[in-house]
T-cell receptor, first 114, second 112 residues
Framework: EPEVTQTPSHQVTQMGQEVILRCVPI?????FYWYRQILGQKVEFLVS????????KSEIFDDQFSVERPDGSNFTLKIRSTKLEDSAMYFC????????????FGPGTRLLVL | SQKIEQNSEALNIQEGKTATLTCNYT??????LQWYRQDPGRGPVFLLL?????KEKRKERLKVTFDTTLKQSLFHITASQPADSATYLC???????????FGTGTRLKVLA
């Protein structure tokens, strides 16, 4: 069964450093998402991406964040200058077309900023 | 702004009983509402979707109801098993957007 994959599974970085989190969505999916989940808290929407552009972003997704789909398979989230409060689990998700289609989540990348 | 509340941060029930989890939302009714399961350290896994014109949806031992008057969805697991122990999340998409919002989840523990 197709699945969303994410790399790395864990990332430790120093405050102020740039990190790139990578995702490979399911191949025929058209909508891509990034979410974050701070330990013990709820899943929070960061950004949605469709047709090679951002379709929606939350107030969390400030200028320090960017997303890219550099080729036909990868979908990346970049944090330019990490802060301590960026420490969280980051999930990528994808879905096919249609507003009610199921989102498929990846296993997540646990980011720790020291 | 739209908010979701899932009451009972934790719910313990005996194996074999029916677990009932609640999801309440504020403001406007969504076109549909989704339920996910999340295990510790893992991504959410989709379980069921119910549309605003549907009263009830079933899948094996799972049942979801949607009451737009009460602005509430109930999620039932019948004949619960220890393997059902997980956090259950409800989610909805903000109308007119691509943005999904999630509730805080209810942590279910099924005792053997």
């Amino acid at each position: 069964e197709p699945e969303v994959t994410q790399t790395p599974s864990h990332q430790v970085t120093q405050m102020g450093q740039e990190v790139i989190l990578r995702c490979v969505p399911i191949s025929n999916h058209l909508y891509f998402y990034w979410y974050r989940q701070i330990l013990g808290q709820k899943v929070e929407f960061l950004v949605s991406f469709y047709n090679n552009e951002i379709s929606e972003k939350s107030e969390i997704f400030d200028d320090q964040f960017s997303v890219e789909r550099p080729d036909g398979s990868n979908f990346t989230l970049k944090i330019r200058s990490t802060k301590l409060e960026d420490s969280a689990m980051y999930f990528c998700a994808s879905r096919t077309s249609g507003s009610s289609e199921t989102q498929y989540f990846g296993p997540g990348t646990r980011l720790l900023v020291l | 702004s739209q908010k979701i509340e899932q009451n009972s941060e934790a719910l313990n029930i005996q194996e074999g009983k029916t677990a009932t989890l609640t999801c309440n939302y504020t403001n406007y009714s969504p076109a549909y509402l989704q339920w996910y399961r999340q295990d510790p350290g893992r991504g959410p896994v989709f379980l069921l979707l119910i549309r605003e014109n549907e009263k009830e949806k079933r899948k094996e031992r799972l049942k979801v109801t949607f009451d737009t008057t009460l602005k509430q969805s109930l999620f039932h697991i019948t004949a619960s098993q220890p393997a059902d122990s997980a956090t259950y999340l409800c989610a909805l998409v903000v109308p007119g957007t691509y943005k999904y919002i999630f509730g805080t989840g209810t942590r279910l523990k099924v005792l053997a």
